[in-house]
């Protein structure tokens, strides 16, 4: 069965400090992947996607992710953390026979002084 | 323009008003969805619309009742809800056609949902 898995529900860094969030997924075939970030009460804004090709990709807000198929996952990185990025963090995969989209439970990121 | 807008923003109902959640968008696409998201959860798929007719239900209640009237637009019609009811709303919408798994979906804001 297909699966998106966030081990770490929440995450808290040191503003300036290097960002790590953890996917790891269960697919058959060759996923769609994509990274959504929600702030509170608001809707989700899509952060970068993974169709094929370069398995390494650049997102917005300087967010970027690594696709690794012999680890199953997608992490979410950016080398210098703002106040701003405090929000949840969704991870999905985008089923390729239709338009269902399976999303990971989040990660809640914590961004202190 | 990658905007999805949502009416309203916050929204208190009794058990037995009737009332309805709008979305619309206007880039074109073809493929418009519900989510419910509770506190601290992701969102989980409601109502599918691909082309204008329904394409997936996820067992809904039949108290949500989803009408497509044209390709811009998407409504929700809520009716004798439950307090366990009581979420937010999402409305996401993408290009729809073959291989939608690809389809990046664009969110609205969304609606506060309280049902008293």
């Known amino acids: 069965a297909q699966s998106v898995t966030q081990p770490d529900i929440h995450i808290t860094v040191s503003e300036g400090a290097s960002l790590e969030l953890r996917c790891n997924y269960s697919?058959?075939?060759?996923?769609?992947l994509f990274w959504y970030v929600q702030s509170p009460g608001q809707g989700l804004q899509l952060l970068l996607k993974?169709?094929?090709?370069?398995?390494l990709v650049q997102g917005i807000k300087g967010f970027e992710a690594e696709f690794k198929r012999s680890q199953s996952s997608f992490n979410l990185r950016k080398p210098s953390v703002h106040w701003s990025d405090a929000a949840e963090y969704f991870c999905?995969?985008?089923?390729?026979?239709?338009?269902?989209?399976?999303f990971g439970a989040g990660t809640r990121l914590f961004v202190k002084a | 323009d990658t905007e999805v807008t949502q009416t309203p923003k916050h929204l208190v109902m009794g058990m037995t008003n009737k009332k309805s959640l709008k979305c619309e968008q206007h880039?074109?696409?073809?493929?418009m969805y519900w989510y419910k998201q509770k506190a601290k959860k992701p969102p989980e798929l409601m109502f599918v619309?691909?082309?204008?007719?329904?394409?997936i239900n996820e067992s809904v209640p039949s108290r949500f009742s989803p009408e497509c009237p044209n390709s811009s637009l998407l409504n929700l019609h809520l009716h004798a809800l439950q307090p366990e009811d009581s979420a937010l709303y999402l409305c996401?919408?993408?290009?729809?056609?073959?291989?939608?798994?690809?389809?990046?979906?664009?969110f609205g804001a969304g609606t506060r949902l309280s049902v008293l």
């Open positions: 619309y691909s082309y204008e007719k329904l394409s």
């Open positions: 999905a995969v985008g089923h390729t026979g239709g338009f269902k989209t399976i």
């Open positions: 993974y169709f094929s090709g370069d398995t």
């Open positions: 697919y058959g075939a060759t996923p769609y």
């Open positions: 880039m074109g696409h073809r493929a």
């Open positions: 996401a919408s993408s290009q729809g056609g073959r291989g939608s798994g690809k389809n990046i979906q664009y």
